[in-house]
């Protein structure tokens, strides 16, 4: 089950401004001018134990009401299609319009969980004036101020009813979505690993809404292509087929083990591209950077792949741990060699250490490099496990875990990468009270 909760919604309600909070940062751009929000956003949050994705769906035309009107059932219609819970929000100040009534109708038709929030609730008067809204028929209905954050703790809550934890996955097939913007070229990589052999592939039911995984099995190699560009075929989206691309390359992550991020090698890392990949990095997932169409680039003596290379690190900086790939999907050049890197990172990923042996190589580092102490008062880490999730996870038991900065938790995790072999794979640091 992919965890991803949307925000609906006519421009203006205050999307981005509960976007905001429940990822705990200020990522939207928030304005009083209806349909601020032009490119879609999406972060992780975390609630009651639980991780999940916000979408707010953003990204109106402007010029013309009928565009926007248009634009919002299009998102609205994705929404219902490829989000798990999706919250309806609606402005109190302004009553119930013509456009909210329009997307309470295409909403009390799906058999997806669906939460009305009435937003801008921040005083008596307007609490009472949202009790008009129980008119739209919607059962799980909210009033919350998402500027103040009150009602937003109950409406997670409910939310978390369908928001399923990621379970252990034991004696499974690596699992392996390719991803990234609209025209990279996924569906020509997907196109070349898998068409050559008619009896390579083979249909597995997918999980939960259809998704499909396909079996590849060639060359001794043996995984699961995560519902990605090119396996399935959907209908048709003439519209926001950035929002739909964004909201499929999420689901496929979510059920992935490893993401195969591809980039134009013509455009270079644009800011969808580092949106995606933080996003990736955010869930714990593998990472391979495949740069694709490098066969298209000219003037190769001066655009050097060392240097192209050398730009995406600073980009993705400080996780630079991350292999990289030069490839012509349609001329099949090195395409092997980044499913060999995929598999390669999953191993690193799935890694588990044996606890003395941590701590044999790890105290050393902090012995030779103790961390800075806090208000002089000295910080002793006296002892380092491994932590049971399927991705790497430390923990470091020491007297003052709140005290240790980023700094010296980039130094730990330095010491762990040089140590040990993560490479392609976040890892998670821990400061706990021993």
């Not at 060699?337 to 690193?348: G, H, R, T």
């Amino acid at each position: 089950m992919s965890n991803i909760v949307a925000i609906v919604g006519r421009p203006n309600v205050g999307k981005s401004t509960l976007f905001n909070r429940l990822i705990g940062e200020r990522q939207a751009i928030i304005d009083d001018q209806p349909g601020i929000t032009r490119d879609r956003q999406y972060g992780n949050s975390y609630w009651n134990g639980k991780n999940f994705t916000v979408i707010d769906t953003g990204g109106f035309v402007e010029h013309s009401d009928d565009v926007f009107e248009s634009a919002i059932r299009s998102q609205v219609n994705i929404a219902i299609e490829e989000a798990s819970v999706i919250i309806f929000m609606v402005d109190v100040t302004t009553g119930i319009t013509d456009l909210d009534e329009d997307v309470a109708n295409m909403l009390r038709r799906t058999k997806k969980p669906v939460y009305l929030v009435v937003n801008k609730v921040d005083n008596n008067e307007r609490y009472m004036e949202a009790n008009e809204f129980w008119s739209l028929g919607i059962e799980n209905t909210f009033f919350v101020s998402s500027l103040s954050g009150s009602g937003s703790g109950e409406l997670l809550d409910a939310v978390m009813d369908h928001i399923h934890e990621e379970p252990e996955k034991e004696n499974q097939l690596p699992r392996i979505a390719i991803v990234g913007q609209p025209n990279v070229g996924k569906s020509s990589l997907v196109n070349a690993l898998l068409g050559e052999e008619r009896n390579i592939v083979t249909e597995i039911a997918g999980t939960t809404r259809d998704s499909i995984h396909t079996h590849y099995a060639k060359f001794g190699k043996e995984f699961l292509l995560v519902d990605t560009a090119g396996i399935r075929k959907k209908a048709k989206v003439h519209e926001n087929v950035e929002f739909y691309s964004v909201m499929r390359a999420i689901r496929a992550m979510e059920e992935s083990d490893v993401c195969i991020l591809m980039i134009d090698a013509q455009t270079g890392m644009e800011m969808q591209d580092m949106s995606i990949f933080r996003l990736a990095q955010r869930r714990n997932k593998g990472i391979v950077l495949l740069v694709n169409k490098w066969d298209l680039v000219e003037n190769k003596e001066t655009n050097t792949a060392r240097d192209f290379e050398k730009t995406i690190h600073e980009r993705i900086a400080p996780f630079t741990d991350v292999p990289i790939i030069f490839i012509s999907a349609t001329e099949k050049v090195r395409i092997f060699k980044a499913v060999e890197a995929a598999l390669e990172v999953y191993e690193n990923r799935s890694r588990k250490i044996k606890t003395s042996q941590i701590n044999e190589i790890m105290l050393e580092a902090i012995q030779r490099h103790p961390p800075p102490a806090y208000r002089g008062r000295l910080i002793k880490i006296k002892y380092v496990t491994q932590l049971p999730p399927a991705y790497p996870a430390f923990a470091f038991f020491c007297n003052h875990p709140k005290h240790i900065r980023e700094p010296y938790k980039n130094y730990l995790e330095n010491q762990l990468r040089k140590n040990f072999k993560f490479t392609g794979s976040p890892i998670s640091i821990f400061f706990r009270e021993k």
